[in-house]
């Protein structure tokens, strides 16, 4: 992806070797065997087939072998595709900017405020708890609270602030906007207080002695350290709202579109190879958008 | 120790805290307290009585298609995916502690694995299959797209973990004369073993509520989640609420058995 700088952790791990062993260089190769044959069989060569399956021509009964650029050509030249990109882009810069605000402030608030390290610990797992339950039960979980009868439209009514029922909570781009914030806000907290609970609380006594206000530490100090860990949690708030199919379909009713969906829809048709064109196209933007992240931080760093 | 009195920013944020919380939860117990419908409620408020009804209902097979099975099958799935993560992400997070020849373009593989869009895997895998005449299932290709999500995370984890680990207490250990065998057993695997158990609940839980991956790669035997999918379009009363409160509580149980686990692992540690 992008050019990296050797990591300092290896090369001093490489010590611990007993020194002369031959065994010992053998090892560290069949320690990283099974992983590379699980990522080798399902990941690489699943992506290989699906490259070279872009170029098959296809009708609705079979795909076969070819070399036709009409898939993306098709996939390219249609208006409905640039239109669900660019509202899949939407999604995920809107997404992206309210998980990195509630992100950065509820890291903070831990990292900061919080005194006791039990406390910090409990919090978070708090924080962590729904993102280990299910994705799909968690976006239902909206229906009776933002719809038509739900208890926000309820709400609203009895205290007359509203005469009918508001129709665009349930049901439209914001439903699709706030189920995301509420699935993936924890992919930022979780990298930002890392970050944050690694910056030296010297640095930040040295500022208000120098004469800092909150503001100016927070500001002048902790944002710019806290850099890294916003990098890593927008790689995968952005590579999971460019992925999404299931959120867009359920809270927009069908109303809205994602480039997934759009595959999705392909796929259940059986248009494979075009399926595949779609999915070329999404993986360069998306190792396009994480590279040009990865060059502002190293990640081997920040574990 | 001294305590500075908290400043008006900390209740600022805390009460900011508080509203992400209940933002979290909020939602999540709407559906807990409806699953407990009477029998002729409906999916929103008010509740028409309170009755186990719906938990009831999602035990007739008829009524909401094959749970039992689906969810059979999602916890195998599970607990096979969580095996293998725990066992592959430790031995690669071994490997990367030395220097071998591919360790950057492996573990930039690893991190392709967590970015690349989930439904491109499940498509690869599927096409896959059917490019070599076998029959996707659950325990096949499912089981390997699965593989490619919670392994990233197993690997980042260990990765995470040796970085922090001292050489130190292998050296004293073989210094004493243990064997490599020996060092790892009684000195690396206990140090670990907490974070070995965080690895598995990630690589159980992140399996037991994946669906992006098993659209394409699961054969003819739904999983759990693929079933509540299919649910959320054909079924419109609360038994989809019981079905989504009885889920979740399981998964709250696995959570709360596996903290347990590492804050017991821990205290004896500590104490020894």
């Known amino acids: 992806m992008v050019a990296v700088t050797e990591s300092a952790p290896i090369a001093t791990a490489a010590r611990t070797r007993k020194p002369g062993s031959p065994l010992a260089g053998l090892s560290a190769y069949l320690q990283a065997l099974p992983l590379f044959l699980v990522l080798g069989v399902f990941l690489l060569l699943p992506l290989i087939l699906i490259a070279i399956v872009s170029f098959w021509d296809y009708d609705f009964a079979a795909m076969y072998p070819d070399f036709v650029t009409f898939n993306y050509t098709e996939t390219l030249g249609s208006w409905v595709t640039w239109k669900t990109y660019l509202n899949t882009l939407k999604f995920a810069a809107i997404v992206w900017v309210i998980t990195l605000f509630v992100g950065f402030w509820v890291a903070y608030f831990l990292a900061f405020h919080v005194r006791t390290a039990s406390m910090q610990t409990v919090l978070f797992l708090i924080c962590t708890v729904p993102f280990l339950t299910s994705n799909i039960i968690r976006m239902i979980s909206w229906i009776p609270v933002l719809g038509r009868n739900g208890l926000v439209n309820s709400a609203l009514v009895e205290a007359g602030l509203v005469s009918a029922p508001v129709e665009w909570l349930l049901y439209s781009d914001f439903a699709v906007v706030l189920a995301m914030v509420h699935l993936y806000t924890l992919f930022m907290v979780t990298p930002i207080f890392n970050t944050l609970m690694r910056i030296d609380r010297a640095l930040v006594e040295a500022a208000r002695d120098a004469g800092a206000s909150s503001w100016q530490v927070l500001t002048n100090v902790i944002l710019p350290l806290a850099k890294p860990g916003m990098a890593i949690g927008t790689i995968f708030v952005v590579t999971l709202v460019m992925a999404d199919f299931s959120t867009v379909q359920v809270m927009s009713g069908g109303q809205s579109a994602s480039v997934a969906l759009m595959m999705k829809n392909q796929m259940s048709l059986l248009q494979y190879p075009a399926a595949a064109a779609n999915a070329m196209v999404l993986l360069v933007l998306v190792l396009i958008m994480v590279a040009g992240i990865l060059r502002i931080v190293d990640i081997r760093k920040e574990l | ?272």
Do not use: C
């Open chain 2, 1 to 272: 120790m001294h305590r500075e009195p908290r400043s008006r920013e900390f209740y600022v944020l805390a009460i900011f805290f508080a509203l992400f919380v209940v933002f979290l939860y909020g939602p999540l117990s709407a559906i807990v307290v409806l699953s407990f419908q009477g029998p002729s409620g409906g999916l929103t408020f008010p509740l028409n009585g309170v009755s186990l009804h719906w938990f009831a209902n999602l035990l007739e097979t008829q009524a909401v298609g094959d749970f039992g099975g689906s969810f059979r099958r999602s916890l195998a799935l599970g607990l096979m995916v969580m095996v293998v993560t725990v066992l592959v992400s430790l031995l690669a997070g071994l490997a990367f502690r030395r220097k071998f020849l591919g360790a950057t373009p492996l573990f930039y593989l690893a991190v392709a694995s967590l970015v690349v869009p989930s439904i491109i895997v499940s498509l690869g895998i599927g096409v896959l299959f059917q490019q070599l005449g076998l029959q996707p299932a659950w325990y096949s290709s499912a089981f390997g797209a699965h593989l490619t999500w919670t392994l990233p995370f197993g690997v980042l984890i260990m990765f995470a973990v040796f970085n922090r680990f001292s050489p130190a207490y292998e050296e004293a250990a073989r210094d004493l004369g243990a064997s490599s065998w020996q060092t790892f057993r009684h000195v690396v695997l206990p140090m670990i073993a907490p974070s070995l158990i965080g690895v598995g609940l990630f690589g159980f839980s992140l399996s037991y509520d994946e669906f992006a991956r098993t659209l394409m790669t699961s054969g003819t035997y739904n999983s759990l989640p693929l079933e509540i999918y299919a649910m959320t379009t054909n079924v419109t009363t609360p038994v989809l609420y019981a079905l989504g409160t009885v889920t979740t509580l399981f998964s709250f149980l696995v959570i709360v058995a596996t903290v347990g686990a590492i804050f017991f692992l821990n205290r004896r540690r500590t104490r020894a």
